[in-house]
T-cell receptor, first 118, second 111 residues
Framework: DTEVTQTPKHLVMGMTNKKSLKCEQH?????MYWYKQKAKKPPELMFV???????INESVPSRFSPECPNSSLLNLHLHALQPEDSALYLC?????????????????FGPGTRLTVL | KQEVTQIPAALSVPEGENLVLNCSFT??????LQWFRQDPGKGLTSLLL?????REQTSGRLNASLDKSSGRSTLYIAASQPGDSATYLC??????????FGTGTRLKVLA
């Protein structure tokens, strides 16, 4: 099974709402990623978790709060978003390198959550 | 700062043509390079991954090459089909987990 699932598929929220995006994989991958993709633009890395610990935060505003409760699950908590945060949010997973300083293996992406902030 | 550029930005070809998509990156100190396809409004599907020590990878009608010293990778698609229509993205691993995506090539294969 090489599937990464994301829920919900679509989300519309107001600027005062609190919502969460969910990502799940059962490939045994210990690295999980959040990307943001605006229309007709490439994905931009937001966060990386490795072995359930936050490894990378690409200076993302605090209104985005990631969480990795276990090795299969990744959440993105949203609060007080702005209309410019409307985008496709993609989750990905991969196997971390066996030794430090090496690259990861293939990244597998979920279908994304289309977020609209009103 | 790593910058990744893809040329052309868009391409329209008749079915059956062989075609080449280009990816350029500014910093040759990369860990690996991946090619993905993305259908409109969907997630990304991995096509090929080339480690920094490799020169090329093949999968079916796809062949990707990597020339780290010149900062270039090409994706060759043989005998293109309408089902190949999608946006193709290259992504460079400039750190263990840090992937920088290229600007993408929108491909349309006409039946």
């Amino acid at each position: 099974d090489t599937e990464v699932t994301q829920t919900p598929k679509h989300l519309v929220m107001g600027m005062t709402n609190k919502k969460s995006l969910k990502c799940e994989q059962h490939m045994g991958h210990r690295a999980m990623y959040w990307y943001k993709q605006k229309a007709k633009k490439p994905p931009e890395l937001m966060f990386v978790y490795s072995y359930e610990k936050l490894s990378i935060n690409e200076s993302v505003p605090s209104r985005f709060s990631p969480e990795c409760p276990n090795s299969s699950l990744l959440n993105l908590h949203l609060h007080a978003l702005q209309p410019e945060d409307s985008a496709l949010y993609l989750c990905a997973s991969s196997q971390p390198p066996l030794t430090s300083g090496r690259s990861t293996d293939t990244q597998y992406f979920g279908p994304g959550t289309r977020l609209t902030v009103l | 700062k790593q910058e990744v550029t893809q040329i052309p930005a868009a391409l329209s070809v008749p079915e059956g043509e062989n075609l080449v998509l280009n990816c350029s990156f500014t910093d040759s100190a990369i860990y690996n390079l991946q090619w993905f396809r993305q259908d409109p409004g969907k997630g990304l599907t991995s096509l090929l991954l080339i480690q920094s020590s490799q020169r090329e990878q093949t999968s079916g009608r796809l062949n990707a090459s990597l020339d780290k010293s010149s900062g270039r990778s090409t994706l060759y698609i043989a005998a293109s089909q309408p089902g190949d229509s999608a946006t193709y993205l290259c992504a460079v691993a400039s750190g263990t987990y840090k992937y920088i995506f290229g600007t993408g090539t929108r491909l349309k294969v006409l039946a």
